[in-house]
């Protein structure tokens, strides 16, 4: 019997071949699965829920820790290290914190919102009644200039033209899918028991997470760098950076969005005096909180919610939506987020959707965030791919590339194995223009309260 003699260049190819089949054995299994995948994945998020809840807990608190810390709890005239006693003192500081913003958010939204609900619910035939007047004046006043024929109601044009439409029955059904909604709400709390234990567990081990930071974040690139090589080391460290980054600009901005233009919300309808404002305002500021689809899904239920209450007042509730989320887009939104997420929104739409059809709510919030980390390592991906093929890495150039009529014959759509295709440098290379920086609010009225400063010191001095 012959020896049996090891190629280590055939065994390679048979390791790589093996890997390549598992793969694509997974891939299809997964595709050809994909509710069950989903399901197993839901249930693995489920698992790790107290984890995810403790992460974004530890997130939202940490710039108040931060604060705390760094400002007044500094004591630079220590005479020892005084970290412990600061961090506990720091955690302490934001706890009740977080517990007086909560309460007065509660105290103060809850019961107003409540109440509007009731009302809403106890005087729906007088708002019935209102929109049938409502829309029998406006037929009224205009059907004869507008159609040539004067109708009294709403009924009598409709029915002019064969359409029946019952206001009454419309928005009665309306009313009703509302509050078997709320009720479904309020019935499937029973089952959230389970997640508020898990938000406290997410809570207590928050807190955790801030007050040995430094230990937990060593001790994990500890075992990094026992396991890793350097240079996969370094990056996967550089990445857990970039994600914190992104994922806490993002969600602290994102909330903090949302509280400011529920505020003015609130500010606004009060002063236009708009019937059950503290209701539309939460609306306001919770949709808000969802990038894209959120303002609009807000502004639409608001503008539904005040057809029915008081129509008189419709176009202006329209009108203050629309202002307040322009606001929101050009000018507090940009100041508060920045460049935290660096991607089109093209991107957004896609990320939300896909997001939200698997994961629901949160999803739809943390879907961005996440699309934004993605974005960036495929858009390194491919740029250190085209170095590396010593082509053009900006996207100016591939606007006009290859040109519509080059040097080979047009006619033919494939190019031929013996034809000479020219090969592309680094030289042939367009740099992508530089984004204006658009100037915020904030700037923009300082520089006309300066413009005013001159011109009446101006004044003053040439006198």
Known sequence: MLPFKKNEKYASIAFYAFLTITAAAAVFLCIYNFKEVTKTIKTIFAL????????????????????????????????????TVRRALSLILTLLTAIAVISVILYAIIPQTAQSFEDLGSQMNIY??????????LVREHSGKILGEQHDTLASLLAEYNISLNIKDLFTQYYTLIQSGANYVISYGGALIGEVKNFVIGVILAFYFLYSKEKLCAQLKKILSALFKRRTYLNTVRLARFTHETFGGFIVGKLLDSFIIGLLSLLVFWLCNIPYYPLLSVIVGITNIVPFFGPIVGGFICC????????????????????IQQIDGNILGPKILGNSIGISSLWVIISITAAGSLFGFAGMVLGVPVTAVLYVLFK????????????????????????????????????????????????????????????????????????TEKKVYGRKRKK
């Open 128 to 137: 019935i009644e209102n929109v049938q007047t409502f829309a029998d004046d």
């Open 380 to 451: 390194q991906f491919i740029e250190n791919r085209l170095r590396h093929k010593n082509a053009p890495v900006h996207t100016e150039f591939y606007k006009t590339d290859p040109p519509y009529c080059d040097v080979l014959d047009p006619g033919v759509v494939f190019i031929d194995k013996d034809t000479p295709v020219p090969e592309l440098t680094r030289e042939d290379d367009i740099p992508d223009p530089e984004p204006k920086q658009k100037k915020s609010g904030t700037e923009i009225l300082k520089k006309a309260i300066k413009k």
């Open 304 to 323: 539904l919610l005040i057809l029915i209450v008081a129509p008189a007042d419709f176009l202006w509730v329209l009108i203050i939506v629309v202002a």
């Open 48 to 83: 790790l829920s107290p984890f995810t809840y403790g992460f974004i807990v530890a997130e939202l608190c940490n710039p108040i820790k931060c604060f705390y810390e760094r400002t007044i709890l500094s004591f630079k005239k220590a005479k020892r290290n005084m970290h």
